[in-house]
């Protein structure tokens, strides 16, 4: 059998949808998940909307106001899009990892390199920059070294953020790399400050596949004492692929992270005490 790509994939069950909804046989969330639904709203509308608004968009409903003058999508526009998506590669654009099942309503973004010039890849470091302000982001996290963004040629990527007014957290972490635990403690809790201030959050490193997975997978375990290890690789892994945690390091990282966490935090608090004293 041949393989299907991920975008083959998503593409094919967009495509399902849009045969049900032209029969009007059955219902169109029987044939296109929540991730797909994300990423329609990533690439035409907000990354707030949630699944029902999006489908309504999808099925061009101009009852609803939430979709601006125009109200939902056309036929065409509905059909520029499952051509666009055919051509898009895993991983090109922002992918949105849902943070429902840690009680947080938000959804953090994930991406690769924004105007990354290296090999085979010409990114417009402009055009991607209007692209994520266009989205409503508010704060990136970069784990890119300095190297590295000099070598992908985006040396002034973080004053590029600033001047678009996007509050920029730059915290490096060695490629196939992870994070001491204290740098890892800090992005935490940034990141965690910045959801429950309702800001749309992204993270990127240069692939968008390790580290900032590696991340996203450590906040799933920072926000909740109920997900697994094996739950937040296998999120990471469907919204990404499976090149998701890409080193035995930063496997390794992820199932000691919480106890390592305990450990930072206790030496923390117990130092606290003895200068307060």
């Known amino acids: 059998m041949k393989p299907v790509s991920r975008a083959a994939a998503w593409r094919n069950e967009a495509t399902g949808t849009e045969a049900v909804l032209a029969s009007g046989v059955g219902p169109a969330t ?31 409903d101009s009852r609803s106001n939430r979709f601006g003058r125009g109200g939902g999508a056309s036929r065409d526009l509905r059909e520029r899009w499952l ?15 849902p943070l429902s099942r840690v009680n947080c309503s938000q959804f953090l973004g994930l991406c690769a390199l924004p ?29 890119c070294t300095r190297g590295e963004l000099s070598k992908y040629r985006v040396p002034n990527l973080l004053n590029f953020y600033q001047q678009y007014g996007i509050t920029t957290h730059h915290h490096p972490i060695p490629d196939g790399g992870t994070p001491d635990i204290a740098n890892c403690c800090e992005i935490m809790e940034a990141l965690a400050v910045c959801l429950k201030n309702n800001r749309k959050t992204l993270i990127h490193c240069y692939g968008g596949i390790g ?43 992820l199932h000691d992270f919480r106890d390592k966490l305990a450990a930072h935090l206790s030496s923390k608090d117990s130092l606290s005490r003895s200068v307060s004293r």
């Open 30 to 60: 029987s044939c296109i998940s929540d991730v797909s639904l994300f990423r329609i709203s990533v690439l035409f509308c907000s990354p707030v909307l949630g699944p029902r608004d999006i489908l309504a968009w999808w099925r061009g």
């Open 83 to 97: 051509r666009d998506l055919g051509r898009r590669d895993e991983g090109e654009t922002c992918a949105g990892l």
């Open 115 to 143: 105007g990354c010039k290296f090999k085979d890849i010409r990114r417009n470091i402009q055009k991607d920059t209007e692209e994520l302000k266009n989205y409503g982001i508010q704060d990136i996290f970069v784990f």
């Open 211 to 253: 580290r900032s997975c590696l991340v996203a997978a450590c906040l799933l375990l920072y926000l909740s004492d109920t997900v697994s290890p094996q739950q937040a690789i296998d999120s990471l892994r469907d919204l990404r692929g499976s090149g998701a945690i890409q080193t035995i390091k930063q496997y390794n990282y």
